[in-house]
């Protein structure tokens, strides 16, 4: 089983700020454990007998907020890099939306997004079993402080009744919803989100630039980063 690691960063709502952004890392089941062992050696450099007690999350991290604020600014970026760089483009890959509001506006950004996300899952399960006779089902984990209700209801009629292009074929479950503290690879896939938050709505690019050709590619053809910019 695939599982696509997801998180979001932006507001759907308001208009201080342009862009919304849902994003994910593909991981194989198996990987799950020993990519989570990769970052908690990053944590475990800012506490060393309780790493658990350090979540890696891109805001605070940048912005030196809470337990990061008398964490040396260049090693909070050192952090949230090394943490980006985990992220191979072979066993991980990234698949992600990106929206500016205005632009697809009167619609819903989390609606829009997130049938941008789960579809491009879905397809790279379907190229996994047609060129790599590698037969896979999948489910998103979101950090449960996403939006829950609205995306469990997009789940389950993309599923039942289908979705603009089709219907869903590759899912095992509707979206599960699990707590950031809890599970490190919700947190890089909020480094992602974040990274691509700041490239779009800050000109920022010091961590996109990482993960750059690290999205769902095949034939030639980027398949893993949608924009609607």
């Not at 593909?26 to 506490?47: C, G, P, Q």
């Not at 991980?92 to 009167?106: G, L, Q």
């Not at 009744?161 to 909020?190: C, K, Y």
């Amino acid at each position: 089983m695939f599982l696509l690691y997801a998180d979001e960063s932006g507001t759907p709502g308001g208009s201080d700020q342009e862009h919304f952004i849902l994003a994910g890392i593909t991981v194989f089941e198996r990987k799950a454990h020993w990519l989570s062992l990769e970052l908690d050696k990053i944590a475990s450099r800012f506490n060393p007998q309780e790493p658990n007690s350090v979540e890696l999350h891109g805001a605070p991290m940048l912005a030196g907020r809470k337990f990061w604020r008398k964490v040396p600014k260049e090693d909070r970026l050192t952090a949230i890099k090394d943490a980006l760089k985990l992220i191979d483009g072979r066993h991980y890959r990234i698949i992600a939306s990106v929206v500016k509001k205005s632009t697809i506006s009167p619609e819903d950004p989390v609606h829009y997004t997130f049938q941008q996300l789960i579809t491009r899952f879905d397809h790279f399960l379907s190229r996994e079993h047609f060129h790599f006779n590698n037969t896979q089902r999948g489910v998103v984990i979101f950090d449960k402080s996403s939006k829950e209700a609205p995306i469990q209801a997009l789940a389950t009629s993309f599923k039942v009744d289908g979705h603009e292009w089709g219907n869903l074929r590759n899912m095992a479950e509707v979206p599960v919803f699990v707590d950031s503290e809890a599970t490190r690879l919700i947190q890089l896939a909020d480094l992602v989100a974040y990274a691509l938050f700041r490239k779009f709505e800050k000109g920022d690019t010091q961590f996109s630039d990482i993960i750059e050709r690290k999205f769902d590619y095949f034939g030639g053809v980027q398949h893993g980063l949608h924009t609607a910019v």
